[in-house]
């Protein structure tokens, strides 16, 4: 199957639900979820889903063996991994509020670079059951994307397709929503690297224009509703946000001395650990990491889009 034709298919109970993934992790589920759809009958018996580092190679444009080790990083985060919902009781027509784990089980099978799963009981109907209360969208709308936020933040945005519009959505729901317990918690943070590193993001790359409107109580923000447009031709790519973002991600005037800061941060390490193999030189020497990241980031500095560039001298 093409992949401008595959479908990401999700209840909007799990939409809606609170959780904190990380890129790699969240494409896994994609993946998956696609591969759950196309067998029902099996997934709906807790069958063993695979997904092989050739096709997330393939849909999300990186190389296979970078590919694969960065799956098999992500199989212990989904293995620890939860998510929190909402749904209403067939029994009572009441509001449950539930917790849930993705998977049952997880795991990886080296010698044909695959990760396998299979699904927890409760994602199992949130895939496949759906009836009236679901979102649906193009798996090409977010291959581009880098930031776990935009990937978040254009799930629950385009649950409003039809009306292009959000209902106002609290700064702590929001914070929930998006997985955030402690990170950012001064709102220019926030603000700068969450939401409009995000809608940079969406603007950019999925099929849609998004803008957001602050609200307050006197001076303080308390919540947000996002408005949003679909592009009449996938070109366009017109932002809409508070900031100029124009130069978050160029390293133009950082110094070889501030490019090492850089690499050296625990936090570019985490975010980026995934671009080298485990067994290269670069990914067992500190000092061969920090010349080969140093040379992508002035080579191609398009790969590093989980944050701006500038945030690492910050930490």
């Known amino acids: ?38 067998q029902k009958t099996l997934i709906e018996a807790g069958g063993v889903l695979r ?17 694969y080790e960065a799956m098999k990083r992500a199989v212990e985060g989904l293995y620890e991994a939860g998510f929190a919902y909402s749904k209403i009781d067939e029994r009572s027509g009441k509001i449950g509020n539930y917790k849930s784990r993705w998977v049952d089980k997880i795991g990886y099978i080296d010698d044909l670079g695959c990760v396998e799963l299979v699904f927890a009981s409760d994602v199992i109907p949130l895939i496949t059951r759906l009836e009236e209360r679901y979102t649906e969208y ?38 929930e929503k998006l997985g955030l317990v402690d990170e950012y918690q001064r709102i220019e943070a926030f603000k700068r690297r969450v939401l409009d590193l995000a809608i940079t993001q969406i603007n950019k790359h999925t099929d849609i224009t998004a803008e957001y409107e602050q609200h307050k109580q006197g001076r303080v923000i308390t919540g947000f509703t996002f408005k949003f447009k679909v592009k009449k031709n996938k070109d366009k790519t017109a932002a809409h946000i508070e900031v100029d973002n124009s130069d978050m991600f160029t390293v133009e005037g950082l110094s070889d001395k501030q490019l090492g800061r850089i690499t050296r941060n625990k936090q570019f390490i985490a ?24 040379n992508r980031l002035k080579k191609d500095v398009s790969q590093f889009k989980k944050r701006p560039i500038r945030d690492y001298l910050e930490y």
């Open 1 to 38: 199957m093409e992949v401008s034709k595959q479908l990401v298919t999700k209840d909007n109970s799990l939409i809606g639900a609170s959780y904190s993934l990380g890129v790699v992790e969240q494409r896994l589920i994609f993946l998956a979820i696609i591969e759950a759809r196309e």
């Open 51 to 67: 997904i092989y580092a050739q096709s997330y190679a393939k849909q999300f444009n990186v190389e296979k063996h970078t590919s």
């Open 138 to 175: 193009e798996l090409k709308q977010v291959v581009e994307l880098q930031s776990e936020y935009a990937i978040r933040l254009y799930e629950l945005i385009i649950q409003w397709r039809s009306v292009g519009k959000t209902s106002q959505i609290s700064l702590a729901e929001l914070r």
């Open 271 to 294: 975010d980026y650990n995934h671009l080298v193999s485990s067994t290269s030189p670069a990914g067992q020497d500190p000092n061969a990491w920090e010349f080969e990241m140093i």
